[in-house]
């Protein structure tokens, strides 16, 4: 056991070496290079923050490079996270538990929306009504993404499994495919995508569920978070500025969605007007208890190495801090 001097002075110590480092870490972050952050047609405030030019306007006087990746799908950008070939990456939710899960280092540390991204779709004339229908029939569905996840959080309350249908594993733009060309009897979607199929083919959402979406979530390397405090909160200041223009302006931000993804703005104004929502950009319980209803398909999926590990993913991978820390009085 220490004695309490002892104790006292390695108290004594470790404050004067936090207080010593803090200059040599707000040099680094103040002579950083490059900045690696994504940018994803299913998270428009990447998109406005890119357009505005204003992260590079508030990195600028850091003399800090913005390097802006496109991300197509979550599993890109968790690609990105791991290679550390960007610092920030933009992801559902369901797909960050699954990497952190799987040992990516990374931290929730925003929420950009809560968007109603998926559904399950069926075809024009089909003559499903319910999910229970699905019984036996073919569904095109991405594994390991917020769609798949959802199809098996949709078949498992309505009294179904994996193992009732028959899972076609196919990638987002091909399930749409498909499903119009009949090949499958219904695909789990993902909009933009979704939101096309219906107005262009007629499909329709055979069930819709809110609450099993999880979030759009903008998640951090660890290291980064740790070594660059102050760039971290002008990152996520700069990205509220843009989630409370998407919310002052949703017809400007679906002509920009629509600008950058090659779409026609009455498809993202479906998904912009009528499935985004922007509650709190701060990960809290919400969005934990949306992950947890994902923990137990990762489990009985065995997506990961160690199920062992997975109760403590939840906890692992929120981090509130760095938003309340950030958006504090704004």
Request: aromatic share 8%; no cysteine; net charge positive.
């Amino acid at each position: 056991m220490f004695t309490t001097s002892r104790r006292s002075f390695l108290a004594a110590a470790a404050a004067l070496s936090a207080v010593a480092s803090a200059p040599r870490l707000a040099a680094r972050a103040a002579s950083l290079d490059e900045l690696g952050i994504d940018y994803a047609y299913y998270n428009p405030p990447s998109l406005i923050l890119k357009q505005q030019g204003w992260l590079e306007e508030a990195l600028s006087k850091n003399g800090t490079k913005v390097n802006w990746i496109l991300s197509l799908g979550s599993n890109k950008a968790n690609g990105f996270l791991t290679a550390n070939a960007v610092q920030f990456g933009s992801t559902a939710g369901s797909a960050a538990l699954l990497a952190r899960a799987n040992g990516s280092p990374i931290k929730t540390v925003f929420l950009y929306s809560r968007p109603e991204w998926t559904a399950l779709v069926v075809g024009k004339d089909s003559p499903l009504k319910s999910v229970t229908d699905l019984k036996g029939k073919k569904v095109a569905a991405t594994r390991g993404t917020d769609p798949w996840f959802f199809l098996i959080r949709s078949l498992r309350k309505n009294g179904l499994d994996i193992g009732d249908i028959e899972l076609i594993d196919l990638q987002h733009p091909d399930g749409r495919v498909a499903l119009e060309r009949g090949q499958v009897d219904a695909w789990a979607g993902l909009d933009p995508h979704m939101a096309a199929s219906q107005l262009d083919a007629g499909s329709r959402l055979l069930y819709r569920n809110a609450e099993f979406n999880t979030f759009g979530a903008l998640n951090a390397r660890e290291d980064f978070l740790a070594a660059h405090p102050e760039i971290t909160a002008v990152v996520l200041q700069q990205y509220e500025r843009a989630r409370k223009y998407a919310i002052a302006h949703p017809d400007e931000t679906a002509k920009i969605l629509a600008a950058a993804a090659h779409l026609e703005v009455r498809v993202t104004e479906v998904q912009i007007g009528q499935r985004t929502q922007y509650p709190s950009p701060v990960p809290g319980n919400a969005y934990r208890d949306t992950l947890a209803g994902v923990v137990p398909i990762v489990r009985s999926e065995k997506l990961v190495a160690n199920a062992a590990d997975l109760d403590g993913v939840v906890p692992a991978l929120i981090d509130p801090g760095p938003a309340r820390t950030a958006l504090k009085g704004g």
